[in-house]
RNA sequence: GGUCCCAUCGUCUAGUGGUUAGGACACCGGCCUUUCACGUCGGUAACAGGGGUUCAAGUCCCCUUGGGAUCACCA
């Protein structure tokens, strides 16, 4: 059997959109199990609402997420001669005609059709026309497609599906204009650049059998077809930018990684038994469009951020601290000089759902001068604490190797000698190293800003209280 | 409205005729603990409704209901 050839094929009228890029994603995760090819193929046939931008924000979309694509990103744009070369065919056998309705007829004939509860579909005027001259009377090419018979397909996540050809109409091919349309391309495009399989979105699955008849008509081989459910928002209504960000770099934006991304997307309609964390190269093996679900799924951001939590905290320290820098110096913090942010990040792992609250929680590291929480030091700052906060200073400086089994020891001395408790003393410096009551753990806190730091807080704090 | 698709906890889902209907997120409790988290243990929670088929139905068929998609010289 010949390799298989997936192509994802976004139109850049926007950023790339969440299912946009799940849809990316099946594609080329199928393309990557089975050993094929993944093409890019950008559908601006629309030339008006084209743009280079969007062009670029997609491929950056798509960057990001880790799919690199073996082809293209070849241009609709750059075959319209191609495209025109196969209406002539078209025109030629006698399986298109040209069309010299006008869109406003047709705008009435359609308004007037829905008004007595029939049809909105094109009703035939022009397709027993005689060939016309070309007496420079605008037209339209339609395709003449048949009127009886069934066009039906084992759609590859639905099943089998089928529809009366007397249900659909002969759809336009080339505008007045001279510039082709989308259910004409695509099938064009597919045909010749050889695409095996084709997954897509479901709102497509009304367009598949004019383009199997299309296909049909062009004598091209026909590809399975993978139509795969919506992304729902909250109200189960398509996902759209009210039901909150739909851009995929938004989402890094927000503090997200590509990882958890990928797998909230790629669980949203596919399971694979009751595991839940994947990896890109996880998926490569177990991925099958067999197991994508039929019905539409909603898109659930806690569940994303619990994924998101759970790559931070399994994340390489080193690479999270590079991700987190343009966060930081967003806050305008610059780390150098600072705490080691390798060993700040460590510290923040497990609390942190997103780089931006990674970001937040690292600033008190870099910043002296905050201000004590209110409650937390009506609470904890009292008389007794300056004296204790020096003799923990004093016992520090004395301290040889500066790890977190050695300051721990202090902390217990200090326990011991006093006959207090550790609640006693441990809110106090915790205020007194981070301003907050709820931070990372006092001994990793005192280990990653090392003696001079940790000294100089605790004599802020000593000379605050009083 | 026509056509097409879909239907298991709030959400994502497992389930392919015989299960105490399983897992995950979220939520609620216990434990752990220097705070916040992490972790851990446990709990609440679902087969939309009605007919069939069958010894047996979440699983198969039909209808109803509900949801979604689409009906452009957009893609």
Redesign the pocket.
Same mark, same amino acid.
């Not at 679900?293 to 909603?298: D, L, T």
């Given at each position: 059997m010949s390799q298989v050839r997936l192509r994802f094929a976004p139109?850049p009228t926007g950023y790339l959109h969440v299912g946009g890029a799940r849809t990316a994603l099946f594609n080329w995760l199928l393309a990557r199990k089975q050993h094929g090819k993944f093409i890019l193929r950008i559908? !601006?046939?629309?030339v008006a609402?084209s743009t280079q931008q969007s062009v670029d924000a997609i491929l950056e979309g798509m960057t990001w997420l880790g799919l690199d694509w073996d082809e293209g990103p070849f241009y609709q744009s750059d075959n319209f001669p191609l495209y025109k070369e196969y209406v002539q065919k078209l025109l030629a056998a006698g399986k298109a005609y040209k069309c010299y309705? %006008?869109?406003e007829e047709?705008e009435a004939k359609?308004e007037q059709a829905?008004k007595e509860?029939g049809?909105? *579909?094109y009703d035939g005027t022009c397709r027993e026309l005689a060939a016309q001259p070309d007496d420079g009377r605008?037209y +339209?090419v339609r395709f003449k497609a048949p009127q009886q018979g069934t066009t039906s397909w084992v759609d590859l996540v639905?099943?089998k599906?089928?529809?009366?050809n007397a249900?659909l109409d002969d759809l336009?091919v080339q =505008? #007045?204009?001279g510039?082709p349309?989308? /259910?004409f391309v695509v099938v064009v495009d597919d045909a010749s650049m050889a695409i095996t399989t084709v997954i897509r979105g !479901?709102?497509? +699955?009304? /367009?598949t059998p004019r383009q199997i008849l299309l296909y049909q008509a062009l004598e091209s081989e026909v590809p399975s077809f993978a139509h795969v459910?919506?992304i729902?928002g909250a109200d189960?209504?398509?996902l759209s930018k009210r039901h909150g960000a739909t851009s995929v770099i938004a989402y890094r934006e927000m503090g997200f990684l590509p990882e958890a991304m990928v797998n909230y997307l790629v669980?949203?309609?596919? %399971?694979y038994? !009751?595991e839940?964390i994947f990896s890109l190269e996880d998926l490569i093996q177990k991925f099958s469009i067999e197991?994508v679900?039929? %019905?539409?799924? +909603?898109f659930?951001t806690?569940?994303l951020?619990?994924l998101n939590?759970?790559y931070i *905290?399994n994340g390489d320290p080193v690479r999270l601290a590079g991700l987190v820098t343009p966060f930081l110096s967003e806050r305008g913090v610059k780390p150098e000089g600072g705490p080691d942010l390798v060993a700040v990040v460590k510290t923040l792992q497990? =609390?942190a759902k997103t780089m931006l609250e990674l970001a937040d929680g690292a600033l008190f590291y870099y910043r002296g001068d905050f201000a004590y929480d209110e409650k937390g030091a009506a609470k904890f700052f009292n008389a007794e604490t300056p004296a204790l906060l020096a003799e923990l200073l004093g016992k520090l400086e004395a301290l040889g190797s500066f790890d977190l089994a050695a300051i721990e020891g202090v902390f217990k001395a200090i326990c011991e000698e006093k006959g207090i408790k550790?609640?006693q003393i441990?809110?106090a410096v915790?205020l007194a190293l981070s301003g907050s #009551?709820? %931070?990372?753990?006092?001994?990793e806190m005192i280990e990653v800003f090392g003696k001079a730091e940790t000294g100089k807080r605790l004599e802020r704090a000593i000379a605050a209280i009083k």
């Open positions: 139109s559908e !601006d046939t629309d609402r309705c %006008s869109s047709l359609r829905l509860g049809k909105p *579909k605008p +339209v639905k099943g599906i089928s529809f009366e249900e336009i =505008r #007045t204009d510039t349309t989308y /259910n !479901d709102d497509h +699955v009304n /367009n459910p919506m729902l189960k209504a398509r669980r949203l309609g596919w %399971s038994g !009751d839940e197991n679900g039929r %019905s539409a799924g +909603v659930n806690e569940k951020l619990w939590a759970h *905290k497990e =609390r550790l609640g441990a809110p915790r #009551t709820a %931070s990372p753990g006092i001994y």
